[in-house]
């Protein structure tokens, strides 16, 4: 039996710093000094593997079948990570846990690192007389994603976390005459990686090359400071694949997702 260990944030940011793009969020948890993790170690006392327990349980790494007990226990909505280390976990823990009510395997990475062409857009980063165009827009963005609409299940909630994003400088947008163009949040960010989510268009500016013209111009702000650019996007996501492909960005992992009720 594997003897699970509470890593020291120097182990968890030696395990994350071999792979920073698939291990981008497990390291910004580590920086923040937040989160749990349970870990599991080589013969030679480096981590073999890494689980970040919490709303979502994250796990990397080499035989992550050993978090399965911690799994159980936990109440997580979702299991996300590299499609390996997610698919060790699930088949282990399965039994003791809810049936999902979406699995999501093939979820391809892109990565970017050469800063694409201008977009030559009205991006900036979002402030706080923005949240009444943002609230909304996030949370259909993630409704759309993750099929729960934030806002109904918890107002306060969703509210505070959006708020956070701009006080971090983690949200930015294209907005003219009150309709969202673009805009888009970063899930998590490192000295090696930043990690962005819930690209966005408002429907009645949709087709009309903004989003592709607004990401290079993203990529390109945030390029300056960090090495790679980074997200994730669902299989069925058709539009966002071609936008992703069609500014450089490049298939470089695959994650699994389990959506559990």
Known sequence: MTLLIDPSPEQVLEFCGRDPVERVFLEDVARRGG????????????????????ANLVPAGDGCEVFAPVAGLSRARMIIGETDAVSALWDAASWGMPTPREDRPGQPVYAISEPPAPGETGLRAANLADLPFLIPACGAAHELELGVDPIKRDPDSFRWRTMAHIEEGRSWLWIENGVIRFK???????PHAVQIQQ?????EARGQGFAG???????????ETTPTVTLFVRTDNEPA???YESIGMRHVLTYRSILLP
């Open 35 to 54: 989160g749990r993790f349970v870990a599991s170690r080589r013969d030679d006392g480096l981590l073999a593997a890494l689980c970040h327990v919490g």
């Open 184 to 190: 888009a949040e970063a899930s998590a960010w490192t």
């Open 199 to 203: 690209v966005w268009t408002d429907p």
């Open 213 to 223: 013209r607004a990401l290079r111009d993203l990529c390109r702000l945030l390029l």
């Open 241 to 243: 694949l071609r936008l």
